[in-house]
């Protein structure tokens, strides 16, 4: 008998996990929202569980509650939970931040209950009934027997759960921003250059899209060492002088963001041995100059 689940701020991941959840037979609970109107939405889209605006009631019957609101609210509402007239031990409390640690529960610890962190490494930018999170990552640290059961529900769900220490989930989510809120910028940055083109952003978008997902493709098979392409990696200076009066129409943001990582890509290069270490440093001097 798989065990009853309470999300708390069943939002864009926790109405994910709800709906993954229910349809691998975990009988849903309580589902809490700041607004009774979501927490309906909620319920409509998992199928099932109770809809309330009370944290504490969402969690009453619960053996397994997963908390799912924002960061800044997870403190508050493990000590509103904590102060509740419920029976803690023997249950399960997890959160879904990718920076804060279980420790974060601490009050809900101190109560008798077993905590810990799950952190699908995914982006949800909607709850759609398609989304799935086989393969996907999930970061999870805590109490044993936590973790010992909320393995067995990634597992059940197609996750793939990966321990990362409590001390290191500050640099584990800094680098997983780094790599996807960043990048989601970085593209931006892109599609919005090409207005010197003529084209708006959703044509700059299919335009070079293809581009994109063929070389995330090659770092993925190849490693960025192998994969990088481009005048850096060849070192075709005459080509990077060409580049020089574009990057003039280009905001200093973008000019900056430019020279930075084409210096990195030298480095790369210099480590795939297409470039030698006198290329390099003209490389260097040449970025160096840009405007
Ligand atoms: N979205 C992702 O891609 C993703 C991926 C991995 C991890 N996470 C983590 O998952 C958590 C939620 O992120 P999200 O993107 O799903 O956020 P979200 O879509 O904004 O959902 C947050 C939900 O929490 C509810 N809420 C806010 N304060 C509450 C409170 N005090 N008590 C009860 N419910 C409350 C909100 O209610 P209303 O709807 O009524 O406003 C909303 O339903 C965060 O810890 C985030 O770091 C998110």
Redesign the pocket.
């Known amino acids: 008998m798989k065990r009853g689940f309470a999300i ?7 109405r994910t996990l709800g709906r993954l959840l229910a349809l691998r037979n975990y009988p849903p609970g309580g589902l ?4 009774l109107r ?1 927490a309906r939405q909620a319920s409509a889209f998992i199928g099932g569980g109770t809809p309330t605006t009370s ?1 504490t009631q969402a969690a009453t019957r619960a053996q397994l509650v997963l908390i ?4 800044r ?1 997870i403190v ?2 493990a000590r509103q939970l904590a102060r509740a007239r419920l029976a803690w031990t023997g249950r399960i409390v997890a ?4 920076a804060l640690s279980s420790a974060a529960l601490a009050p809900l610890k101190s109560r008798g209950a077993s905590v810990a962190s799950i ?2 490494l ?3 930018a909607a709850p759609r009934p398609d989304l799935e999170f086989r393969g996907t990552p999930f970061a999870l640290e805590g109490d044993p027997k936590a973790v010992r059961v909320l393995r067995g529900m990634i597992l059940d769900i197609g996750g793939l759960p990966v321990t990362i220490p409590r001390q290191a989930k500050a640099l584990y989510h800094l680098i997983a921003c780094i790599l996807s809120n960043d990048l989601v910028a970085f593209l931006a940055c892109g599609f919005e250059s090409a207005r010197g083109l003529g084209l708006g952003p959703r044509q700059a978008a299919r335009l070079y899209l293809p581009l994109i997902r063929g070389t995330v493709e090659n770092v993925a098979g190849l490693g960025p060492v192998k994969a990088l392409t481009g005048p850096v990696s060849r070192g075709d200076i005459a080509t990077l002088r060409l580049h020089t009066e574009a990057l003039r129409t280009l905001p200093a943001d973008v000019r900056r963001l430019h020279r930075i990582l084409a210096l990195r890509s030298a480095s790369l290069a210099l480590r795939a041995r297409t470039i030698t270490p006198e290329l390099a440093a003209r490389t260097a001097r040449l970025l160096g100059a840009l405007p």
């Open positions: 708390l701020g069943a939002g864009r991941l926790g809490s929202c700041r607004t979501s944290n799912a609101t924002p960061d609210e508050p509402v959160h879904t931040s990718g952190h699908p995914a982006s949800v």
